[in-house]
C-alpha cells in the first residue's frame, strides 16, 4: 500500500473567490493559495470574505508551507490574515511573491513568512511534497499550474489558466510539458479550472484586445483618455501603455495598487514603459488632453476607487468633463454589474464618452473556455476529475465536459468547500469535512459572523422597535413605560396612536403574566414582552422588525 494523499478544499468550490485547498501526505500539510472573495450587496458592511481558518489553526502545525499559483487577490489575499495566526513559507514565482507580498507588509507579517521564488519547470521538495511547476498563461503573468509526483501518482492542479497562442509576453501555457508527464506517468487526477467551463468555444487572445485598443486610441485622438483595468494586468497594462507612446501620449498611473504594481513590474523587467513616456499624475493638466493617457485602477466599480472617484467627481487629480474618453478594459465579475453600470452612468453624466466590453472588444477573459478545457482534457487523459474553482453550476459543466472527454461519470467528483478527498491505492472517496463557512472581515474584525449579519439584514429591511419597561417584581406594578422607541419601522410622528396601542399591549401582557405566573424573572418578563410587541407590530402593519426589550427592575 502506497502512502494516501487526502485533500481538503477549504474555498473556491461553490464560488468565486477564497481560493483555498490543502494537500496532506506522511502528516505534513502544504497549502495551494489561500484567497479572499470580495462580499457582494447583501453581505451588508463586510469589507471582504475569507476561508473559514478553524481547521488550518487546529492543525498549524503540520503545515509546512503554502503554494502560491498566482497573484490574484483570490489566491494570495488571505495569507495576510492567516499569517497573524501562524507560520510559514510561501512559493511562488517572483511576481506572484511581489504582488502577495504588498498587503503581508501592510499588515506588519513579513517576519512571519519567508518567500520563495520558484522558476518556470522547476521542480522542488517540499516537505514530503515533490512538486514541479508548470506555466500558464492567465491574466496576470508568471502563473504556475502544479504537478504533484505523489505516492499515489501524479495530481495535476491547472491553477487558473486559458490557452493562449499569442501571449503578450510570449509565455504559453506548457502543454507539451503537461503532455509529457501525462504519457510518461500518466495523471491520478485532475484539478481543473472552472471559471468559464459554461462558456463555449475558446476564449480570444490577449494581443486581439492590443489590436483594438490601438484603434480606438486612433479613433479618440485629440482627447483625453483615461482607461481603467486591473492593476495586476500587467499584460493589459503593457498594451494599453504601447497604444498610447505609439500615438503620441505620455502615461500616468492612478490609483496606489495601479501605481505599485506598474513599478513593480518595470522593476522586475515585465513591463516596459520607457522613463521619457511616463508623467506624474499631478502633471498632466500641463499637457494638451490628446497628450495623455492615465492608466487607472476602479474597472469592477470598486467604492473607494479611483475611477469611482471619478464618476462621483470626487477624485483629487482628474476632473472628468466632455473632453474624455474613459475606457473599461475589463468586465465585470459576477456580483460587480450593478457598481459598474453606476459608474458608467456617473462618467456619461459628467459627459464623458464610455467605452466598455459590451461595446468594443475591450477585454479577453484570463480563464480557458469550453473548447480549450476539452484541449487539455485530451492531453491530460485523467483517470480521476475534480473540478474547482467555481460557483456550483461551472464546477457542474466541468464534470459534464471531463465525461465528455472519456473520465468516467464514477470518476468525476464534485466536491464543495469543506469536502475531504482521500486518494488510495483502491482510487478516490470523499473521507469528511472540515468547517468552510464564510469567514466575515469587516474593518480590522475578523469573523463577524453570521449572527451580526442576520442582524444587520432585518435592521436594514425592517427597521428596529425597542421597547422599554421597568417592572416592580414582587407585584408586577409597571413604574416606568413601557415607551416605545422605533427606527426604521414606522415614521414616528405619524404613528403616534400605533405607539401608544403597542404601549397598551405590552401593559396587559405583563399584568397577565403576573396573574398567570406569580413572581417571573427578568428573562420571563423581557420574553413577555419581546412575543407580544413582535405579535402586534407584526398583526397591524405586517413587518417583522427586531424587536428589543428592554426590561429593568425596580
Ligand atoms: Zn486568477
Ligand atoms: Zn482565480
Known sequence: MAAPVTITFLGGLGEIGRNCMVFELEDQLLLLDCGLMFPELEHLGVDLILPDFTWLRENAD??????????????????????????????????????????????????????????????????????????????????????????????????????????????????????????????????????????????????????????????????????????????????????????????????????????????????????????????????????????????????????????????????????DTVILSSHPIPGNEMSVTKVIDGLVRLGAEVVHSGIEDVHATGHAKAEEIKTLLSIVEPQWFVPV????????????????????????????????????????????????????????????????????RVLAEEGVVVVVVTVALEDGAIITGPEIITRGWVYAPEAEALLDECADVVRQAVKELFAEAGEPDVEALQRTVRRAAGRFVNERTKRKPMIVPVVMEA
Open 62 to 323: 503540520r503545515i509546512v508551507g503554502c503554494i502560491a499559483t498566482h497573484g490574484h487577490e483570490d489566491h494570495v489575499g488571505g495569507l495576510s490574515f492567516l499569517l497573524r495566526e501562524m507560520s510559514f513559507p510561501i512559493y511562488g514565482s517572483a511576481l506572484t511573491l511581489g504582488l502577495a507580498r504588498n498587503r503581508i507588509e501592510e499588515a506588519g507579517l513579513l517576519s512571519k513568512t519567508e518567500l520563495i521564488p520558484v522558476e518556470d519547470g522547476e521542480r522542488r521538495q517540499i516537505g514530503p511534497f515533490d512538486i514541479e511547476f508548470i506555466p500558464v498563461t492567465h491574466s496576470v503573468p508568471n502563473g504556475f499550474a502544479t504537478a504533484w509526483h505523489t505516492p499515489q501518482g501524479v495530481i495535476m492542479h491547472t491553477g487558473d489558466w486559458k490557452l493562449d497562442l499569442t501571449p503578450v509576453d510570449g509565455r504559453l501555457t506548457d502543454l507539451a510539458r503537461i503532455g509529457a508527464i501525462a504519457v510518461e506517468s500518466g495523471v491520478r487526477l485532475l484539478l481543473g479550472d472552472s471559471t468559464n467551463a459554461d462558456s463555449h468555444g475558446h476564449s480570444r487572445s490577449e494581443r486581439s484586445v492590443g489590436a483594438v485598443l490601438y484603434d480606438l486610441f486612433h479613433e479618440h485622438r485629440g482627447r483625453r483618455i483615461v482607461i481603467a483595468c486591473f492593476a495586476s494586468h500587467i499584460h493589459r497594462v503593457q498594451q494599453i501603455a504601447d497604444a498610447a507612446i505609439e500615438h503620441g501620449r505620455k502615461i500616468a498611473t492612478l490609483g496606489l495598487s495601479m501605481k505599485k504594481n506598474v513599478r513593480l513590474a518595470r522593476e522586475m523587467g515585465l513591463l516596459h514603459i520607457p522613463e521619457s513616456a511616463i508623467v506624474d499624475i499631478e502633471d498632466v493638466d500641463d499637457l494638451p488632453p490628446g497628450e495623455v493617457c492615465v492608466i487607472s485602477t476602479g474597472s469592477q466599480g470598486e467604492p473607494m476607487s479611483a475611477l469611482t472617484r471619478m464618476a462621483n467627481s470626487q477624485n483629487r487629480w482628474i476632473q472628468i468633463g466632455e473632453g
Open 389 to 456: 474553482h467555481g460557483e456550483y453550476r461551472h464546477l457542474v459543466a466541468h464534470a459534464r465536459l471531463a465525461q465528455a472527454m472519456g473520465v468516467p461519470a464514477e470518476r468525476t467528483l464534485i466536491c464543495e468547500d469543506g469536502d475531504q478527498i482521500t486518494i488510495t491505492d483502491d482510487g478516490i472517496a470523499k473521507t469528511g469535512t472540515v468547517p468552510a463557512g464564510y469567514l466575515y472581515v469587516d474593518g480590522i474584525i475578523g469573523d463577524v459572523g453570521q449572527g451580526v449579519l442576520r442582524d444587520r
